[in-house]
Each structure stands twice: as structure tokens, then as C-alpha cells.
């Protein structure tokens, strides 16, 4: 049984303007799933994507398939 804790941290293109999430890409080859959540509510709520879903997701912003960001 893995206990493994998430470590997490927001990337490093972040600003301080309060608008972050943080992930914690280290449960990935564990658990197949990446955290996610608000950094300045870090006891909240956290989504959980499978690994799939969350390279899918980060393919789209980069190919600027949401807006800009």
C-alpha cells in the first residue's frame, strides 16, 4: 500500500495575483491521478484528473484552445 503524500507547487509562470492553482504531479506513476487545487485555499476542495485527462488539458492551453491565459 503507498501512503505517498502530494507535494505540491504552482508553476513557475505564476503571478502574485491570487489567481493560481497548484498540482501535485508526484502521484502520477502511484496513483495515475494529478491533483489540483487553489493555492490560496490549500485546505479546500481538490480535483483529482487521471493523467490522461489533466496532459490532455494542458495540451489544449498550450495550443491556446481556452482563450488566452
Known sequence: MT???PRWFKSSFSE???QCIEV???LVGSFGVVPVRD???PGGPVLRASAASFASFVAGVKAGEFGAV
Do not use: L, P, V
Open 39 to 41: 493555492s490560496k485555499n
Open 16 to 18: 502574485n495575483g491570487g
Open 3 to 5: 501512503t505517498e503524500s
Open 24 to 26: 501535485a504531479a508526484n
